[in-house]
């Protein structure tokens, strides 16, 4: 390590349904190799533990917000998605994270 520089550790609370969540770690991990000495903790967490097993399908989530809101937020993503070189589309269905993060738990 150079003379006045200090480890970094970042913890990132993130969960895999998020599309903020995936840009922020996206793009954590195109810097990480030019702040070194940096380090990534991921954490998982569930944002929406009130959605069933089996998903709910996107429309009921647009029929809660509206087609405005709805399409103002992924215009956004498709923003900032792009902006570090990602492709992404919006899901047809809204799943239930519990299992993939407690997959990732035992990994």
């Not at 195109?30 to 380090?39: A, S």
């Not at 991921?42 to 009130?50: L, R, S, V």
């Not at 809101?69 to 239930?96: D, F, S």
């Amino acid at each position: 390590m150079q003379k006045g520089t200090h480890a970094m550790k970042i913890t990132v609370f993130s969960d895999y349904i998020c599309p903020f969540c995936y840009i922020g770690i996206e793009t954590l991990r195109k810097v990480q190799p030019q702040v070194p000495p940096l380090t990534l903790e991921w954490k998982g967490f569930q944002i929406h533990p009130e959605y069933p097993a089996v998903g709910i399908p996107i429309e009921q989530r647009i029929a809660q917000y509206g087609q405005e809101r709805y399409t103002v937020i992924w215009r956004n993503i498709l923003t900032l998605a792009a902006g570090i070189g990602l492709e992404m589309h919006p899901p047809p269905l809204l799943t239930n994270s519990l299992m993939a993060l407690e997959a990732t738990e035992c990994a």
